[in-house]
């Protein structure tokens, strides 16, 4: 019976080992795929197609998980995600796609979630004791506690002691297309450093809001805190990644810091009917009011300078930052910049002053109405399709409409059947209907 079984794991362990071995290679191949953009951009448009409606556009989650942090219920090696993809969780709502994606098309779509994480990945703790506030000596002689934190989360609570030194450290996913920083709110006094690569991170910002900047990509991120004088209800820290100049809080890097970028998730779509907005929004200028059509093309207009600010593609906005930051944070749109200020389409005057008078809705569409000049304008948008808008001038009297338009390559600008150049800084000069209107058209390219 011993023999039996002795030659029984002899016999699995090769078999084991082979599985194991295969795994780790394909690991390592979708590692270099999440590397490669074509590859990338492949994944993304078969995501956006299939996977979105559950998990969002920005991976960030809906009814499914968020695809982009470090808590992964169901593996994170890249090849249990790439199997959980192809089989799915029908108790939980989501179909496995083996029959629907060739194996090419879903090492694709999981290259992209990879290429788009954020946050930790093998997070550990080490927790050291020390004999009062004023100890700065760190030796291994004062080690009590380690252990690993699979969400991906620092969590300053584990301490137990009054006086101690917690250190967190593991590879970290930053973004690989924007600059970001660790953001410490309610930093003074804490004795908080970062460390990226082994390297010390000078710190930045101010004392109440310091700030350290992270290298792009992937990196292996250290933080530690000494306890010292700071008082044991303030020790729980909130540490938050951002874009540089704070408008933007991305992702939790603490368990205290998850639930306050949680609450800064409020999406409006315009799904059955024309939204009007009147909250700040990242890059554009105070005093737009944003429109969003069930077409999935979104505009600001600013009142202070009558002109349009900004357009987009996509989903309208998430106003919950606004909301949770009681103004201080910016709305975001969820689609993607067509343009936005300082490019815009505007009139081509001598004078920068305008007089915004009110808007009207027409069907629930807003009409606004403003003074240039001396002249009487209004301008509203009509949408043709979900790539395609008019935008549409009148102007009382028979003086021409003289606009300016945002020069990007993925919008063409026509005036009926004449196509318009947007390279003349001076301004297009177009004479209204005998209604007093001139129209727009602006069509988007598909990349």
Not at 171 to 195: C, I, M, R, S
Not at 296 to 320: P, R
Request: hydrophobic content about 35%.
């Amino acid at each position: 019976m011993k023999r039996l079984t002795f030659l029984f794991v002899f016999i699995l362990f090769p078999m084991a080992f082979a599985a194991t071995a295969n795994a780790n290679d394909l690991d390592e191949t979708l590692r270099v795929k999440s590397q490669n953009p074509q590859v990338t951009e492949q994944g993304q448009k078969l995501f956006e197609q299939i996977c979105a409606s559950c998990h969002a556009k920005d991976l960030s989650g809906a009814t499914g998980f968020n695809l982009k942090d470090g808590e992964w219920v169901h593996g994170s090696a890249p090849s249990q995600i790439l199997n959980n993809v192809k089989t799915g969780f029908l108790n939980a709502g989501m179909p496995g796609f083996k029959a629907v994606f060739n194996e090419t098309e879903l090492e694709a779509i999981v290259a992209y979630v990879l290429s788009k994480r954020e946050g930790w990945g093998d997070l550990s703790y080490k927790l050291y004791q020390l004999n009062g506030a004023d100890d700065t000596q760190v030796t291994e002689d004062k080690l009590i506690k380690t252990g690993e934190l699979p969400k991906g989360l620092a969590d300053f609570s584990i301490p137990e002691v009054k006086h101690y030194f917690i250190e967190f450290e593991g590879d970290f996913y930053a973004p690989k297309d924007k600059d970001t920083q660790v953001w410490l709110q309610w930093g003074f006094p804490h004795e908080l450093n970062v460390f990226v690569n082994g390297e010390h991170v000078e710190k930045g910002g101010t004392a109440w809001f310091p700030t350290w900047r992270l290298q792009r990509g992937k990196q292996r991120l250290k933080v530690t805190y000494r306890s010292g004088t700071s008082k044991l209800n303030q020790r729980n820290l909130i540490l938050i990644g951002t874009n540089l100049d704070l408008t933007v809080k991305l992702f939790p890097l603490s368990t205290k810091a998850k639930g306050i970028v949680e609450e800064k998730k409020y999406e409006i779509k315009a799904a059955g009917e024309i939204l009007v907005q009147r909250k700040r929004i990242l890059d554009l200028p105070p005093s737009t009011v944003s429109i969003g059509f069930p077409s999935k093309l979104n505009y600001g207009f600013n009142t202070k300078s009558c002109s349009v600010v900004g357009l987009w593609q996509g989903e309208m906005l998430n106003i919950g930052p606004n909301i949770a930051g009681r103004g201080e944070d910016p709305s975001l749109p969820l689609g993607e910049w067509v343009f936005h200020a300082p490019k815009q389409l505007k009139h081509a005057t001598e004078s920068a002053a305008c007089r915004y008078k009110r808007y009207r809705l027409e069907e629930g569409n807003p009409v606004f109405s403003y003074e240039l000049e001396q002249n009487q304008y209004t301008l509203t948008a009509i949408p043709r399709s979900s790539n395609t808008l008019d935008f549409v001038y009148t102007v009382i009297g028979p003086q021409p409409v003289k606009l300016v338009l945002p020069d990007m390559p993925q919008v063409r600008w026509r005036h009926g059947d004449k196509q318009l150049s947007p390279l003349d800084p001076q301004g297009t000069v177009l004479k209204p209907n005998k209604d007093g209107r001139v129209v727009i058209t602006a069509t988007l390219q598909q990349p």
